[in-house]
């Protein structure tokens, strides 16, 4: 019998199976000898030790899709990056440094502007101007009211979504409406010291329906891992991509070089200006990394 690890607590994994519910299974001594240690989103095999107590035994891992270190979960589909158009502004700085995690991992993104319903015209319109060519998939919602929350249902379907996002902006209450069971906090930006203060915050997948998952990503500030050299960067704004090779020199970094076709780009207004400055300051801040 197949099924999916939606939580693991203290050697236990909870394996969802659809249409026969939730076992709790311990893994075979055979990972731990082989140093394989299930994750959150492991599609695994199970053997049954008792279909009244719907408990079990991990068999086997099915081979992972892709793996996140943090939050350390396998075989993500997607992932929901949530913001708010304002109230607070989006942090344009923190959301690319997530853009670029996700782009080295793979990991297609789609974004989310909550508050749309308080929101300024011309404050979406900026939204969209900075994303509208990065090939993101961008949605303006509004938890309060219910607003394309629907479209966000369709782009989750069939998939195992990351939902991500700094606090106060509205993530909880999107989750709230997505999957009630989720049951998160949902409280003011001025409580986020509070939060998980108590609590263990674990790694937790919530089935939506039958083919979809999703799960909430703590700790977002912290998310961003520049496991990857300075060269590699502009390989992960997928707005530099038509330019490659239309520089003046093989292997241009798009930082000082002359006759540069990104930077052109940039001038002309066919790149946004905050995404070449933040991509600036990544690269430079992987040029001063210190190699131990």
């Known amino acids: 019998m197949n099924g999916k690890i939606v ?24 990972f731990r000898k082989d140093k394989i240690k299930p ?33 350390a979960v396998a075989n993500i589909d997607q992932a929901l990056v949530v913001f708010a158009v304002c109230k607070p502004s989006p942090h344009y700085n923190l959301l690319d440094r997530f853009l670029v995690m996700m782009e080295s991992k793979e990991v297609p993104v789609v974004l989310c502007f909550n508050k749309e319903d308080i929101a300024e015209e011309e404050q979406i ?22 607003k394309n929350i629907d479209e966000i249902k369709k ?28 049951n998160m906090e949902t409280g003011g930006i ?3 010291i509070e939060r998980g203060k108590h609590t263990t915050r674990h790694s937790e997948l919530f089935p939506i329906d039958e083919e979809s998952y999703i ?3 703590p700790g977002f500030s912290s998310l961003y891992v520049n496991d990857f050299v300075k060269e590699e960067l ?15 020199y093989n292997g241009c970094d798009h930082i000082h070089e ?3 076709a990104v930077k052109s780009a940039v001038e002309a207004g066919k790149i946004h200006t905050i995404r070449y400055e933040n991509y600036k300051e990544m690269y430079e801040e992987l040029k001063n990394k210190r190699r131990y």
């Open 39 to 71: 994750l959150v989103g492991d599609n695994v095999e199970l053997e049954i030790l008792s279909e009244e107590e719907k408990l079990g035994n991990i068999i086997r891992i099915i081979p992972r899709k892709n793996k996140l270190i943090r939050p």
């Open 190 to 192: 001025s409580r986020k």
């Open 234 to 248: 502009k390989y992960y704004f997928p707005e530099f991509a038509p330019y490659e090779g239309k520089c003046k």
């Open 155 to 182: 782009l989750l379907h069939g998939k195992t979504t990351a939902i991500a996002g700094p606090s106060g902006v509205g993530k909880s209450s999107i989750i709230n409406i997505l999957q009630p069971e989720a």
């Open 7 to 30: 939580k693991g607590i203290a050697g236990f994994y909870y394996v969802h199976v659809v249409e026969s519910g939730v076992y709790e299974c311990k893994a075979k001594g055979i």
């Open 215 to 217: 799960m909430d990503t």
């Open 258 to 260: 002359p006759d540069c």
């Open 125 to 146: 319109a900026e939204i969209e101007k900075v994303y509208s060519k990065c090939g993101y998939p961008c949605v303006f919602t509004s938890a309060k009211v219910g």
